[in-house]
C-alpha cells in the first residue's frame, strides 16, 4: 500500500493469487498520496523532445508463456517517435518509475545519435 493512507490498525490483510492486499472500509482511508514522480518525469520528457510525439504511461501486462509463468508485470513506458537524423523508429524505455522511464529513453537516444555522428 504505497499511496494510501490509513488510519492505525485498518482492514485486514488477505491474499488473493499469491498477491497481498489490505481491504478497508472506505471510512478507515485518511487519503490518497500523490507524487509518484508522474508530472516531472512528464516535463522532462516534454523538454527533452520538444516537438515530437512522445507518450508516457503506466503499464499492466500479463505474459502466457513459460519466462513469466503466466504472471502479471507492470511497468512505466516512455516512447518518443525520434524521426531524424537516420532514426527512423519508436523509442521506448520500460522501468519501475516513470522519472526512470524518461531517464533511460533520453540515454537511448543520445547513444543512437552519438552512434550516428560516429558513423560519418
Same mark, same amino acid.
Given at each position: ?5 490509513? /488510519? ?12 497481498? =492486499?489490505?481491504i478497508?472500509?472506505e471510512?478507515? /482511508? &485518511?487519503? /490518497?498520496? *500523490? ?5 516531472n *518525469? %512528464?516535463?522532462?520528457l516534454k523538454? *527533452?523532445?520538444?516537438?515530437k =510525439?512522445?507518450? &508516457?504511461?503506466?503499464?499492466? +501486462?500479463?505474459y502466457s508463456?513459460d519466462?513469466?509463468?503466466g504472471?502479471e +508485470?507492470?511497468? %512505466? !513506458? ?5 524521426k531524424? #537524423?537516420?532514426?527512423?523508429?519508436v ?5 519501475? +518509475?516513470? /522519472?526512470? !522511464?524518461?531517464?533511460?529513453?533520453i540515454? #537511448?537516444?543520445?547513444? &543512437? &545519435? #552519438? *552512434?550516428?555522428?560516429d558513423?560519418?
Amino acid at each position: 500500500m504505497k499511496n494510501v493512507l490509513l /488510519i492505525k490498525y485498518a482492514g485486514n490483510n488477505v491474499k488473493i493469487d499469491g498477491e497481498d =492486499y489490505v481491504i478497508v472500509r472506505e471510512d478507515d /482511508i &485518511l487519503g /490518497i498520496i *500523490a507524487g509518484n514522480g508522474e508530472e516531472n *518525469a %512528464w516535463q522532462k520528457l516534454k523538454e *527533452a523532445f520538444p516537438g515530437k =510525439y512522445i507518450c &508516457l504511461q503506466f503499464e499492466r +501486462t500479463k505474459y502466457s508463456n513459460d519466462i513469466s509463468d503466466g504472471k502479471e +508485470t507492470y511497468y %512505466w !513506458a516512455a516512447y518518443v517517435n525520434y524521426k531524424e #537524423k537516420g532514426i527512423e523508429d519508436v523509442l521506448d524505455s520500460r522501468s519501475s +518509475t516513470p /522519472i526512470d !522511464a524518461v531517464n533511460n529513453l533520453i540515454k #537511448k537516444v543520445k547513444s &543512437l &545519435l #552519438k *552512434a550516428k555522428e560516429d558513423e560519418k
